[in-house]
Nanobody
C-alpha cells in the first residue's frame, strides 16, 4: 500500500488550502483515513480523521476551520484548511488505518511521506 499526499504549499494567514491523499495498492477497504501534522521540533499531532461511513473527527485546534472528506471509490482523503493560522504550518501526513488486503487477516496501517504547508505573511 502506498499513500501519496499532494496540495501543500504557501498560504497566507486567513487563507485556505486543500490537501489530498490517495492510497494505492490492492486495497479492499480502509476503515479510517486520517491527517496528522508535525511542525519543526515538535511531535506529530492528530489533526482529523474520517471513517469509511463518512463520520469526521477533529482536533480541537482545527475544529471549525478544517474540513476532512473522503472518496471511498478512489481511496482518497481530502483536508480543506480554512482560516489558516501561523501555527498551522507543518508537514501534513496522511494515514490509512484498518486497511483490508486480500488474503491478509490482520488489518494494516500505512503512512504517507508528508506534504509541507508553509504560512507566510
Amino acid at each position: 500500500v502506498r499513500l501519496d499526499e499532494s496540495g501543500g504549499g504557501l498560504v497566507q494567514p486567513g487563507g485556505s488550502l486543500s490537501l489530498s491523499c490517495e492510497a494505492s495498492g490492492n486495497i479492499q477497504s480502509i476503515q479510517y483515513m486520517e491527517w496528522y501534522r508535525q511542525a519543526p521540533g515538535k511531535s506529530r499531532d492528530f489533526v482529523a480523521s474520517i471513517s469509511s461511513s463518512g463520520e469526521p473527527f477533529y482536533a480541537d485546534s482545527v475544529k471549525g476551520r478544517f474540513t476532512v472528506s473522503r472518496d471511498n471509490a478512489r481511496n482518497t482523503v481530502f483536508l480543506y484548511l480554512n482560516l489558516v493560522q501561523p501555527d498551522d504550518a507543518a508537514v501534513y501526513y496522511c494515514k490509512a488505518a484498518g486497511i483490508r488486503l486480500p488474503n491478509i487477516n490482520r488489518p494494516q496501517d500505512a503512512w504517507g511521506t508528508g506534504t509541507l504547508v508553509t504560512v507566510v505573511s
